[in-house]
């Protein structure tokens, strides 16, 4: 099992960044594809990025790409999510997931998940 915690949210302006991390713990961190997600209020939760075993592959979701960077450091157990000319429409809980069953990057079927954080972005 992994278990999965948020943090680097809070409040920012229009076009401001904030870096969310996401520390692991448990067994075999690195064997895991990590992925973010959010949730606004009202909507469904929705993918944001992904992130293969080995950083050498990642994914993102049409509405943040080149806006957003997910990374992870295995010796660490850490995933990140750089987000950079954050907009309104990107205030969200944002969550980190782990998906121990798929040998791709995939935006449903993750086994573990973190708590939550909030992002707040004023316009």
């Known amino acids: 099992q992994v278990q999965l915690a948020e943090s680097g949210g809070g409040l920012v302006q229009t076009g401001g960044s904030l870096r969310l991390s996401c520390a692991a713990s448990?067994?075999?961190?690195?064997?895991?594809?990590m992925g973010w997600f959010r949730q606004a209020a009202g909507k469904a939760r929705e993918f944001v990025a992904g992130?293969?075993?080995?950083?050498?592959?990642?994914s993102y979701a049409d509405s943040v790409k080149g806006r957003f960077t997910i990374s992870r450091d295995n010796a660490k157990n850490t995933v990140y999510l750089q987000m950079s000319s954050l907009k309104p429409e990107d205030t969200a809980v944002y969550y980190c997931?782990?998906?121990?069953?798929?040998?791709?990057?995939?935006?449903?079927?993750?086994?573990?998940w973190g708590q939550g954080t909030q992002v707040t972005v004023s316009s």
């Open positions: 997931a782990a998906d121990g069953d798929s040998a791709y990057i995939r935006g449903y079927g993750y086994d573990y």
């Open positions: 448990g067994r075999s961190f690195s064997s895991y594809i």
């Open positions: 992130i293969s075993w080995n950083g050498g592959g990642t």
